[in-house]
């Protein structure tokens, strides 16, 4: 106190009121402007008796005024001498004590209801004031916040441009509009998350064993995508509370100017590929959430160019690299459906070819002699192709350090760096013939951005089924010899994709073993099936392949299983569903034991000459299958050595270009590890998405949609579709597949084998007559050496559609030379 007395003792003695009300002022501004940590919670006696005097003198004669009409004047006054005493209040240092007024004249208000709404009226209408100039700043992107539908690229959509979006508009547009939000969000007494409406957690399709968040351990025991929730507690309300906030800042900014639509523009594109319909588009855009629909079909449109131009910039020569990136195509049919049926207007079915560009890991190529990669290596390699002649469910060990290993060991590792794929255009195939993939090629070439000189004078890898090479090696013959690029094709080396290759080899060896399932005594694998409690009319379907290589996993473990409990003897024992753990060498015994007794050839030798042919039909059902599921494994694995061990692959090409397209045959698209797939499978997936948006956008008739829309923009619109979980707080996981064996399966399993005895353990005296299954890799080599000796010595069949430098070489005359045990027709799985 003794600096205010000091002060006021400096000061002139009042000489009228209004000195005396500059007296007062002063003494208020000594009090207000004071620290916080010095304020007086509470008035002393003389500082009341000060107040108590001001108010006196305030009221008297002349020039009566009130505490109020004081502050008026003085807080609007132009007097300089007045102007000067006030001139703290606004300042740093004065700040913090005048806000303190505003609380306390915020209870003396509230005291009575009308000075409540008074207040409410009071501050809702400065909260205006402060919304309406903070406003998002006007014109086009960067420097204003208008996305324009044409000119919007796809880094517009991803999500980081998102996070600097909402930024942007909470932190620098609008910052009072959401503080407000989530202050009133935030507030004291919120339900926590136990409280949480169970119908909201079951519609996020979330696994409660998944909200802790999924490891890349745990990700693979499930299949597909899944969303996981990675937050949980205060984390995840905040995060809530903030996507509320956020939004509303964005639909208030787009009601108050049209041209504020990040957030619009990609809700629009969002809802398009969600399949919401017109309807439901015209209400969200009324309510500000997003833009037309006629602006998402702009924005596609413009998307489409860019991905055009895309496709140019990656087939586009390149002098660092001879080779063309790879094209992988498919097959694809839509149908369309009229309800409406009339004269020019039926239903139909849209029969096209699409695919994608991969383009090839740089340091891949990097590693590569480019000398090895050009056309004129490739055809030079073809060329001496014409003197090629063909010539986990019982126990664990103590120490697994010691023990035998589970996985096999990589042979050649591909590289799981996320790939650059870059979606073709759809193009259409009058039918699945050689014309057909003629056009596809001149599609192809289009698209490219390409002359004819251009495409056809390098090097083009490509990947296809049965069907498409079929075509392609149809139309070639039709024309050769042509020394043009454009019309014998030599440029172009098709591959077959692996997982087709998979499909047809598996689906062929799961028939072959397959069995009568109407005869309740067959041993064949439906009864395997039967025990895992899958139903075996189920297990060969063209539309599921990737489910029947799971069956066909399920089965070979099982066996194996069984076999492993045979060699402890305890096929007859239940062991539950606790793994017992064995000593290290007694563990590597029974895996020796196990191998020579059931999966050796020296066993399927001794078992191929027994009386009773059930113990070779289901040793030779165990090595067949269990090639299909090595080859499925190394796929996953990305291990192109294994899997080329498997698919039994000679290797005649130079090594550069050998190795390039090798390495090309699988893909990881998360950029995971133990993830990868082939890459016709991925184009499978990505058929499958196209028709999936196409048909929920309610336009399943309109093809130039299809076409000019949706094909190029498959992976956007798939982002966008997954977004809206991630929008909700979900994260989303790529996980592989990972067959799983309950105990009640195994147990079911275990007690199948025992009844139909199908190790033969106990022979009996009279067998009923079993029917022998060949060994597919001896009789399939009996077969080809026949042909080879009585037929085709020169192995024309064989080779007919590796070179075609010779006129004649592709004529279909070639196919006579068969017998009634080769089947010309081949059938595309």
């Not at 005296?765 to 077969?783: H, Q, S, V």
Request: glycine residues 4%; proline residues 5%; neutral net charge.
């Amino acid at each position: 106190m003794k600096a205010e007395r000091r002060a006021l003792s400096d000061f002139p003695k009042p000489a009228s009121l209004i000195t005396f009300a500059s007296h007062c002022a002063f003494l208020l501004i000594v009090y207000l402007v004071k620290p916080s940590s010095h304020r007086l919670t509470m008035a002393s006696p003389a500082e009341t008796a000060k107040v108590l005097s001001i108010c006196q003198i305030l009221n008297s004669t002349p020039a009566k005024m009130t505490p109020k009409r004081f502050m008026e004047i003085f807080l609007e006054s132009p007097d300089s001498e007045i102007a000067y005493l006030r001139r703290l209040w606004a300042q740093p240092i004065g700040l913090p004590s005048t806000m303190r007024l505003m609380p306390l004249l915020r209870n003396e208000v509230h005291r009575t209801k009308g000075g409540y709404d008074l207040w409410s009226s009071f501050i809702q209408q400065e909260a205006i004031n402060i919304l309406v100039s903070q406003e998002a700043p006007r014109g086009y992107y960067p420097r204003g916040s208008f996305h324009s539908s044409l000119s919007v690229t796809n880094l517009f959509f991803t999500e980081a441009a998102q996070r600097q979006q909402e930024i942007t508009m909470t932190a620098e547009y609008m910052p009072f509009l959401f503080g407000l939000i989530m202050g009133m969000l935030n507030r004291p007494g919120v339900a926590s998350d136990a409280m949480d409406d169970e119908d909201a957690r079951e519609a996020a399709n979330v696994l409660e064993e998944t909200e802790e968040g999924v490891s890349p351990s745990v990700a693979e025991e499930f299949g597909e995508v899944a969303y996981v929730q990675s937050l949980t507690g205060g984390a995840r309300r905040h995060a809530r509370n903030s996507r509320i906030a956020t939004t509303i800042c964005s639909v208030v900014a787009f009601a108050h100017n049209r041209r504020h639509n990040p957030l619009q523009l990609k809700n629009a594109v969002r809802l398009f590929a969600c399949g919401a319909s017109e309807r439901v588009h015209e209400y969200f855009h009324h309510l500000g959430m997003c833009s037309s629909r006629k602006t998402a079909l702009s924005a596609l449109r413009t998307l489409t160019r860019g991905g055009e131009g895309d496709i140019r910039s990656v087939m586009a020569l390149q002098r660092h690299c001879p080779i063309a990136p790879t094209i992988c195509i498919d097959n694809i049919d839509m149908e369309q459906r009229v309800h409406d049926l009339s004269v020019g207007n039926r239903s139909n079915t849209f029969r096209g070819t699409w695919g994608y560009i991969h383009v090839p890991n740089p340091s891949l190529t990097q590693s590569l002699d480019f000398k090895e990669l050009t056309l004129e290596a490739y055809q030079a390699a073809m060329a001496r192709v014409k003197d090629f002649v063909l010539l986990e469910h019982i126990a664990i060990p103590s120490k697994k350090s010691k023990s035998i290993p589970t996985d096999p060991p990589t042979l050649d590792q591909i590289s799981h760096e996320k790939p650059i794929i870059q979606m073709l255009k759809l193009m259409d195939a009058s039918d699945n013939s050689a014309e057909g993939i003629g056009q596809v090629f001149s599609s192809i070439v289009a698209q490219s951005g390409l002359t004819p000189e251009e495409f056809y004078g390098r090097l083009q890898p490509m990947d296809g089924d049965l069907g498409t090479i079929q075509n392609f090696n149809s139309l070639r013959s039709q024309r050769a010899p042509s020394s043009y690029g454009e019309n014998n094709l030599n440029n172009v080396v098709f591959q077959l994709g692996a997982s087709h290759t998979l499909w047809n080899i598996g689906s062929t060896i799961f028939t072959h073993h397959f069995g009568d399932s109407h005869d309740e005594l067959n041993i064949g694998a439906w009864q395997y099936l039967e025990a895992l409690g899958f139903p075996s009319e189920k297990a060969i379907q063209k539309k599921d392949f990737t489910l029947m290589i799971n069956q066909m996993e399920k089965v070979m473990e099982a066996t194996l299983y069984y076999c492993l409990r045979v060699i402890l003897k305890k096929e007859h024992v239940h062991l539950g569903a606790e793994r017992a753990t064995l000593p290290t060498e007694k563990w590597n015994a029974v895996v020796n034991e196990c191998y020579e007794r059931f999966c050796s050839p020296e066993a399927r030798r001794k078992a191929a000459n027994l009386e009773c042919p059930k113990l070779s039909n289901t040793l030779i059902q165990l090595h067949d299958f269990s090639s299909v599921v090595e080859a499925k494994r190394s796929m996953r694995a990305g291990d192109i050595g294994r899997l080329t061990n498997v698919l039994m692959l000679t290797q005649f090409l130079p090594p550069a270009l050998q190795k390039y397209l090798s390495h090309n045959l699988l893909i990881s698209p998360s950029g995971r590890s133990n993830h990868f797939v082939a890459k016709d499978f991925w184009l499978e997936v990505k058929n499958y998405w196209l028709k999936f948006i196409f048909n929920n956008t309610g336009k399943g008739t309109v093809v130039d949609r299809l076409r000019e829309l949706f094909s190029v923009n498959i992976d956007l619109l798939q982002l966008m579709f997954q977004s809206l979980k991630t929008d909700c707080g979900l994260d989303v996981v790529h996980q592989s597949h990972k067959n799983v064996l309950t105990s009640r399966s195994l147990a079911m399993f275990m007690q199948m084998a025992n009844n139909k005895d199908i190790l033969d353990l106990t022979p009996s005296k009279k067998p009923r007559k079993t029917a022998k299954i060949e060994n597919t890799y001896l009789t399939g080599f009996a077969k080809m050496k026949k042909n080879i000796r009585t037929k085709d010595p020169e192995l024309k069949k064989l080779k007919k559609h590796l070179f075609t430098d010779q006129p004649g070489s592709l004529t279909r005359e070639d196919d006579t030379n068969e017998n009634e045990d080769d089947d010309a027709r081949s059938e595309d799985m």
